[in-house]
């Protein structure tokens, strides 16, 4: 029988439990025990896993030696068997229609700023999950604790995406994007140069989360206003319990287990008919941790004519796959997919964030 690719598979089961939100442990045991391998040529990892001494390398344990072993004899590991047994969430024939309307995702990180693991990691998992891009958001400068990119460091990470792009599959993209703050004064934490050479813009409050209502209202209608933002994200910045989902780790720098934080107050009203009016999204956020903003805002923002990104804000990518999460809640909602920007083709989408309507008609300013 033909031996498999021992390290795809540990790579897999490691999406998989990355996907199921399990401990983060488990995730990076077989992470770890992935790139041990991966540094071997294939003839040693023959030899070791015949002389039962995997386990002898540093990242590599006996369950994970055990996969390899498996892998090698031409067997779908056991490990890997049950996962893909119990893989995906229940969602219903609605929320199933939304995923599977879903193009690509608008909001991710990569170790470049807080993600776990590199763009091109990202992307080869958005290329298996079907996506037909991503967009590339990691943090901006404020954002100390999370690494956020300096203009420089972005400037370099363009130039990285361009030679990732010429690399990866054929009908498959990364959209250049940052996750920018908001700061105090309701402007955006970059230049206005670089902003506007980004595909995608997505726009969240990550500090002063306590604000007073009418200081938060005027902080995010300056920022919708600004023609340079494209998507509003996790609009209330609140946090639900992280423990019971699992998410402790798992690639995502400053995301602590068990943190709740209760949601900003603003003038929902106010925010949601400026984002209208203006033409930016309002992301449904589909991490666990988050599934902000919650339904009612989701279905304020509905009725005030705006439309939405369902975005995992994934660190890891594994993470790329919670989308069935947002999706459910828009499903709840009523939200239709031709209201949801990234169920349009990657040239629909940039379209729309070049300041014009999905079939290309002149719509909104790019810039002032």
């Not at 969602?91 to 470049?112: F, N, P, V, Y």
Request: charged share 25%; hydrophobic share 40%.
């Amino acid at each position: 029988m033909a031996t498999r690719d021992a390290i795809a598979d540990l790579r897999r089961i490691a999406f998989l439990l990355e996907a199921a939100n399990e401990a983060t442990y488990r995730v990076k045991a077989f992470r770890s025990a992935a790139a041990a391998l991966a540094s071997l040529d294939r003839d040693e990892v023959s030899r070791r896993a015949a002389a039962g001494s995997l386990i002898e390398l540093a990242g590599v344990g006996e369950v994970t030696a055990r996969c390899v072993v498996e892998s090698l004899a031409g067997e779908e590991p056991v490990y890997l068997r049950r996962l893909l047994a119990t893989e995906g969430v229940d969602l219903d024939e609605t929320a199933r229609a939304l995923r599977s309307a879903l193009r690509g995702d608008c909001h991710l990180h990569s170790d470049w700023s807080d993600g776990g693991s590199p763009i091109e990691e990202m992307a080869l998992a958005a290329v298996e999950l079907g996506h037909e891009y991503l967009a590339l958001t990691d943090h901006s400068p404020r954002l100390t604790v999370a690494r956020g990119l300096t203009a420089d460091r972005l400037r370099r990470q363009l130039d990285h995406v361009a030679a990732l792009n010429d690399a990866l599959p054929d009908g498959f993209r990364i959209l250049t994007g940052i996750e920018v703050d908001i700061l105090a004064d309701g402007s955006l934490d970059q230049t206005d140069e670089l902003l506007g050479r980004l595909d995608v813009v997505v726009g969240s409050v990550h500090s002063g989360l306590r604000d007073d209502c009418d200081k938060m209202t005027r902080r995010m209608l300056r920022a919708v206003t600004n023609p340079h933002l494209d998507i509003l994200g996790h609009c209330t910045g609140r946090k639900v319990a992280a423990s019971a989902v699992g998410l402790a780790g798992s690639g995502d720098r400053g995301h602590r287990a068990g943190r709740t934080r209760p949601p900003s107050e603003f003038d929902a009203a106010a925010v949601f008919a400026a984002c209208a009016e203006h033409d930016k999204a309002v992301e449904i956020n589909s991490r666990p941790d988050r599934l902000d903003p919650p339904k009612r805002l989701i279905r304020h923002a509905l009725e005030a004519g705006c439309r939405f990104a369902v975005d995992t804000d994934a660190h890891a990518p594994g993470q790329l796959d919670w989308q069935g999460y947002g999706c459910q809640r828009a499903a709840a909602c009523g939200v239709p997919a031709d209201r949801i920007v990234n169920t349009w083709t990657a040239d629909a989408l940039l379209a729309w964030t070049a300041g014009h309507d999905p079939d290309g008609r002149p719509q909104r300013p790019r810039s002032a």
